[in-house]
Structure formats: C-alpha cells, structure tokens
C-alpha cells in the first residue's frame, strides 16, 4: 500500500495545476486600445459593446455592467422595487452577498435550505418558506449548475414572486438550452478575480424587462436618464460603472468562455467517472436537463462511515497528495456574525442540509479541471490513493 503525503510518502504530483486567472495577447490588445483612446472610464465604446454581447449571449436584452456582483445585488433588488417590510428568499449557503444584499437596501432574508446533491437552493424548502411579506427569490447557481428552471419558474407563476438569479458561478451555464441570468426578472454575474471570466473586479445585471433594466441604469450611472442632460439627476442613483480597461479584459475573455467550459466539463467528466468507485466521495449532481453545466466548482461531500475518514482529513491528504482543495463554507450564511446584529432582520428556517454540509462537503476549484486529461486523473488516482489507506476494515461475520 503506497503511503500518503501527509505520512512521509512520495505525493501523487508535484506539478502545480493550471493558474488562474488566464490571459494572453488578446487582452493586451484591446487594453491598449482603451489605453490609446483617451477614455479610460465607463463611456468608453467597449462597455456598451461587452454589455450587449454579454446579455444577448444570456438570452436577455438589457446589460449593466457595474463595479462588483455584490452591488449588482443590490441594484437589482433596488430596481425591482424590493425595499423595507420585503422579504427575500436566500440559500442558505453563499458567498455573503447573496445575503448581504438584501439587508442592505431594507429588506429581509430568509435563508432556506439547499439540496444534498445539488448544493442549490432546496425549491421544496423554498416553497414552504414563502409568507406574506415574500417579493423575491434569490436562487444561486451554484458551482455552474443551474437551479432547476422549469420548478422555479413553475413556483413563481403559482406565488408571483421576483426571481433574481445570482449567476456569479454560472457564465455560459444553460438549462434545457436555456442561458443562466435570463429566466427571471434579472440576473447578476461577477467577474471578480477568480471566476470564470474576471476583469479583478466587476460586475453585469441583465434583464429582459425594459422598465428593471432602464431603472437599472439610472441608478448605476448617478440618476441620470437617456432623455435628460448630464447634470440632469431624477433619483438617487450613484456611480457604479466599470472601466473601459476592465471591459477591454472583459470582451478577450469572453471570448475565451467557450473553449474553457469545454475543457473543464472534459476534465470533469472524467474526474466524475473515476470516482464513482470511490465509495464514501458523493459529487455535485449532474441533470440531463443541465446541459451545460460549466464546473466553476466541483463541490461533493464525503460520507465517513463509507470512506473511512471525514472531510477535514479528507481534504488534508487531497492537499499533501498536490491536488487544491477547499472545504466548505465553514458555516450557513445565518451563523455570520452580522446576522447576530439584533438590528439586522433575518428569518431562518430550519436547514438541515446546509449544518451538514459546513462539515462534511468540499470543493475543487476550477483551476484543477483546466489542465490535461492527465491532470484530472491524477485527481481520480490521489482519491483512490486516500481511501486505501483510510477505506473501513471489514469485519467478519459471526458464524450463525
């Protein structure tokens, strides 16, 4: 039996998986570009021409690029109409702003729980967590997968509530054909520093509602409106335009999005298959009616009566064997220390799911599926490595 890393033993690889972010001569080009036109900031052509193509791209006929995903949250609650007395519906795992965002224009969250094997919002939780006061659904497409559309869509028809996508994992993603950000009322990308299209910073809302959208845009570039003058100002809006270098960025790795979902679902499907026959390593699930699924993560879970090892020493010998690895949230969003705020308003209920995954799921980061195909089965044979070494000794039986 071969011995683990973390044992003393020679590590399944020392090679360093693909870094993250990527870029090339394509980004410099156009940076130049913007550089040489003597309009560095928002007005610059390329933000309209990346916002257009971005939302079309997204089945949706209106873009708004803006500073960060976080505030393009709140833009979108804001130019739906969501305020104090809302309440919003939230998973109850995220990155903060999921959350965040609702608290911060007024309104009220509440988390529900997520699905074991989709890690996305559990819509039949969903549904029982809908009061009087519920306006808005924040449904998050978690690793790339997209929430199921057709449930969704079929519960806001029956309870006429606001869907808000948060697609910050989810560039490219599709269910049954149909493109991640454009089912609801808006939908919100990040392209903060490791996602899969990234400017560092930055952010886009997209909506196929005209009056959202134009809102929208209003309060992200100082109140303004097409039909008044540039000191003209009708609401309270705000500056949260990008760049046009951070569009510049944006545009070359757009067009890099295609070709790199390719590679990571290859690689993934092949890390997928391999451990399938590792007992014990449970995988985010993979719908037919996902058909593309873009595995801006690879979360799973680990189940330590059947691998012989919890998560945290799991991830530990994934670690030593060369292979990145992050645990889980360390705790649903609720467990936040600013949810403890009395003034803070929040409802929880009752998640489950969400309390175990904070200890016994993980994820492998996209960098890991953007190498070769030897690069994803060195993932698959650490795995099986880890579970020689830690796999439950069978007993035997007692004679009848």
Known sequence: MKKLAIHGGKP???????????????????????????????????????????????????????????????????ASGIGPGDEVIVP????????TAVSRIGATPVFVDIGRDSFNMDLQAMEQAI????????????????????????????????????????????????RAGGMGLAGVFSFQNSKAMTAGEGGILISSDDETAARARSLANGGRRPDGGWFEHFELGTNLRITGLQAAALLAQLE?????????????????????RVPGVHLQELPEAATVHTHYLLPGWIDALEFGADRDDFVKA?????????????????????????????????CPVAEAAAHDSFWLPQR?????????LDIVRAVEKIYEVFKPKKTAGKPN
Request: with cysteine; aromatic share 8%.
């Open 12 to 78: 399944q690889r020392e090679a360093q998986y693909p870094s993250w972010p990527i870029s090339g001569p394509r980004e410099e080009e156009l940076i130049r570009q913007v550089l040489s036109s003597g309009q560095w900031g928002g007005f610059h052509e390329f933000v309209t021409q990346f916002e257009q193509l971005f939302a079309g791209l997204h089945d949706a006929r209106h873009g708004v690029a803006v500073a960060n995903g976080s505030i393009g949250l709140e833009l979108a609650l804001l």
């Open 256 to 276: 890099r999005l295609p070709e790199q979902i390719r590679i990571r679902r290859e690689n993934a499907e092949i890390v997928r298959e391999g451990l399938s």
């Open 368 to 376: 890991v599926l953007m190498g070769t195909a030897e690069d994803a």
């Open 131 to 178: 009061g009087d006061d519920t306006k808005a659904v924040i449904p998050v497409h978690f690793a790339g997968l997209v929430c199921d559309a057709e449930e969704l869509t079929r519960l806001q028809r029956l309870h006429r509530f606001r869907i808000i996508e948060d697609a910050a994992h989810a560039h490219g993603a599709e269910w049954n054909g149909a």
């Open 92 to 99: 109850a795992h995220s990155f903060i702003s999921t959350a």
């Open 318 to 350: 994934l670690e030593g064997e060369g292979v990145p690895i992050r645990p889980f949230y360390p705790h649903p969003l609720y467990k936040n220390p600013v949810f403890k705020n009395k003034d803070i308003k929040s409802r929880v209920t009752a």
